[in-house]
């Protein structure tokens, strides 16, 4: 949580974005009266003007949101896997996963079947034969199941590095979320959800 000193920078910064808009809207007010948006007896001057708006529109929203702290989106989370869990809904149409991180609170996503059976065909198998088990993994518990708060995610990229493999999720809720899993959390979350296969339906199959 920020603390009040990085209050009051952000407090300083929005009172500098919103004299940036100020100064922006006085210059397209000045603009304005000098020459009409659209003149029928000359339309290119309407074009020109309208392009001219649309460039000052953007850089005031620009400005706004570049200095607007809290009101902006907040980049994707990033954290550091340490161990994991999953377990299927008995429907069959997807994962909630409960991973545990490192310097970090355990989180919940929910993963559909489709996304599942995606990441079964491209997440490679482990080749080496001295990987270490990871820590104990999380306990999902009936809370995780009703937590309201859980997100769903939509989409998944995955980047793969010579000791980790990058999972890069959007959510229908919160935050982004980027999740940096060790080759044994690789192979732990191929193995899970090659666990439960057979329970989920595959509908592009």
């Known amino acids: 949580m920020p603390g009040a000193g990085v209050d009051a920078s952000v407090g300083a910064s929005v009172g500098a974005g919103a004299g940036h808009v100020s100064s922006a809207r006085a210059f397209v007010r000045a603009q304005a009266r000098e020459r009409p948006c659209f003149d029928p ?50 429907v069959g149409n997807l994962l909630l996963a409960k991973f545990s991180y490192v310097g970090g609170k355990d989180s919940c996503l ?19 034969p001295h990987l270490p088990q990871p820590p104990l993994p999380p306990q999902i518990t009936q809370f995780d199941w009703d937590d309201p708060t859980t997100p769903r995610a939509f989409t998944v990229q995955c980047k793969e590095f010579p000791r980790a493999i990058r999972m890069t999720f959007e959510l229908d809720r919160k935050p982004g979320l980027v999740l940096l899993l060790d080759p044994s959390n690789v192979e732990l979350l191929r193995q899970i959800m090659g666990h439960y296969h057979d329970d989920l339906m595959n509908l592009d199959a």
């Open 41 to 90: 007896a000359n339309p290119a001057n309407g074009v020109e003007s309208t392009r001219f708006f649309v460039i000052v529109s953007l850089f005031v929203r620009s400005s706004f949101l570049s200095h607007a702290g809290n009101f902006v989106v907040k980049p994707a989370l990033i954290r550091q896997v340490k161990s994991m869990a999953m377990s299927c809904d008995p």
């Open 110 to 128: 929910i993963i559909p079947a489709s996304m599942v059976f995606w990441l079964l065909e491209h997440i490679p198998a482990n080749q080496d």
